[in-house]
């Protein structure tokens, strides 16, 4: 089994509503994505799968979310924006993107910092 994984980032703001602290005001962060998939085995090439086209996949994911507040951004605008909510949205639309291809989709960190994020696998 081989896991590969790719790292791309965006920036945006948000709030945390019903929370209370200093993350109750709207304010930004570089937010750091880490997408690990599992793979079988390797093509003709000797390759699980294009990082290339890994790294597309979760650019077109992310692109909504870039220099957003994403307390305006669906569905996180229902559900609120945390970094647990981002990272399971990010998965879902990860994963239908990546349905068909010989990946699975096992994981998505999201970092609001360099030491403090999250990872969701269902």
């Keep these: 089994m081989y896991q590969l994984f790719v790292e791309e980032h965006f920036d945006a703001a948000h709030y945390l509503p019903n929370y209370r602290g200093k993350c ?4 930004g962060h570089r937010f750091k994505v880490v997408a690990r998939m599992e793979a079988a ?3 003709e090439t000797g390759l699980a799968y294009d ?3 890994l790294k ?3 650019r077109e994911v992310l692109a909504r979310f870039d220099h957003a507040c994403l307390n305006n951004v669906a569905p996180l605008d229902q559900m609120g924006p945390s970094s647990e909510n981002i990272a399971a949205v990010i ?3 990860l ?3 990546l349905a068909g291809s010989p990946v699975k989709l096992v994981n998505v ?3 609001e910092s360099p030491t403090t994020g999250v990872a969701y696998s269902p």
């Design 24 to 27: 109750e005001n709207l304010h």
């Design 41 to 43: 085995g390797l093509d």
């Design 51 to 53: 990082f290339a086209e």
């Design 56 to 58: 597309r996949h979760l």
């Design 91 to 93: 998965y879902g639309e």
């Design 95 to 97: 994963q239908d993107s």
């Design 109 to 111: 960190e999201v970092w």
